[in-house]
């Protein structure tokens, strides 16, 4: 055996490693138990992948939930009088049925629960809205805008009055503001989960606020079974392509890390992510730099390159490409014109999670999945 043939049967052997741990945990991590830990109780609706945040039920209906900022908040049945033991924790009384949103992108954790009804102000930037219903509201003025790439529109967001205020992770100053102006804030930190099925599970987080933590376990249930059913399917694959990703932007190379939901997406896809190896801390979910030169000689031989950008940030064709960065122009993927990239409406898509890992598994195994036409990627055209 040569030493390139050495070389992919080590990358398809810690690839096996890889699909086989994700498909048992997307398999038997439902059979674990969710007995006390760290004095949190048992919960009919157990938190299995995701890591930022935490929940259990409480007597008489109450609920304690630590949110992505590490705050415990109390969740109180509207009418019922707090039990003397949680007085001290910052309390929203559910379920909530007047929401504002710090951005667009918290709007999928909502959809799913049929719930954007409640929806009545969000931080946004209509151009890059791609939420039809949520836009329609917006334009009828059942939704507010709160700004988006700018200040928040305080004075707006006080006479609207939310039940709760869902926010990023991001925004410390937003936190303290609105602590000011007593307004409810939960913390969102979804992109920040090294799991797709982690980040898919904070709309468990987001339904306890509704009262609808049954119909949040079914919608989690049923994209954890497509998923490893694709996983599955992807793990009899003979041969895997060699996957890129991330790339040049402001001068800056920026690479998701081994850790990141996009490097588990493209293992789950049936991929061989080419920076695996790389545990970069950075952004968004493990997203990090790396020079120049490394990225040229790792991509080089890629077979298939996922962009998580859109038309939207100027990249439209892989002539646009490669008059941004001319160095990828000598990779292989470029060359043979097999970049991908994600859908105008693909950071609003959290809920969506199974379907784009269908697509990628149809775009690195087109053969395994005939027929399928992916919804969240498109084949850059030449010009």
């Avoid at 009055?161 to 926010?167: G, H, L, Q, R, T």
Wanted: proline share 5%; hydrophobic share 45%; with cysteine.
């Amino acid at each position: 055996m040569n030493r390139a043939d050495c070389g992919k049967g080590c990358a398809a052997g810690t690839f096996n490693r890889i699909i086989g741990y994700v498909t048992l945990i997307v398999f038997f991590s439902i059979l674990i138990s969710t007995s006390c830990v760290d004095g949190w109780a048992a919960d009919r609706l157990p938190v299995q992948h995701a890591g930022l945040f935490r929940m259990g039920h409480l007597e008489d209906g109450f609920r304690k939930v630590t949110d992505g900022a590490g705050r415990s908040l109390l969740l109180a049945p509207r009418g019922k009088p707090i039990p003397s033991a949680y007085r001290n924790l910052p309390t929203i009384t559910i379920p909530v049925n007047r929401v504002a949103l710090e951005s667009a992108v918290y709007a999928a954790l909502l959809r799913p629960l049929d719930v954007l009804e409640s929806i009545v102000g969000v931080g946004v930037r209509m151009d890059i809205c791609y939420m039809d219903d949520l836009k329609k509201k917006i334009a009828k003025g059942e939704v507010i805008k709160l700004g988006c790439d700018g200040p928040m529109d305080y004075e707006r967001l006080k006479v609207l009055s939310p039940d709760v205020f869902f926010a990023g992770n991001w925004n410390k100053k937003l936190i303290h503001k609105l602590d000011e102006l007593n307004i409810p804030v939960a913390i969102i930190d979804c992109f920040e989960e090294a799991h797709p099925l982690g980040r898919l599970e904070w709309i468990k987080f987001v339904a306890a606020f509704y009262d609808r933590e049954d119909d949040a376990q079914q919608v989690f249930n049923r994209a954890a079974k497509k998923i490893a059913a694709v996983s599955a399917r992807c793990a009899a694959a003979h041969t895997h392509p060699r996957v890129m990703a991330g790339g040049v932007f402001d001068g800056k190379v920026h690479v998701p890390s081994a850790k990141s939901v996009t490097a588990n997406m493209i293992a789950i896809g049936g991929g061989d992510y080419i920076f695996q190896d790389l545990d970069l801390k950075g952004y968004m979910g493990g997203y990090g730099n790396i020079t120049l030169e490394e990225f040229y000689v790792r991509a080089k031989h890629a077979n298939v390159y996922i962009l998580e950008t859109s038309p939207a940030y100027g990249i439209s064709s892989i002539e646009t490409l490669v008059t941004r960065d001319d160095m990828l122009a000598d990779i292989k993927s470029v060359r043979d014109g097999n970049v991908w990239c994600s859908m105008p409406w693909y950071w609003e898509s959290i809920d969506k999670t199974d379907e784009i890992i269908a697509d990628l598994a149809a775009i690195f195994h087109p053969k395994l999945f005939p027929g399928h036409r992916p919804r969240h990627f498109f084949k850059l055209p030449e010009k």
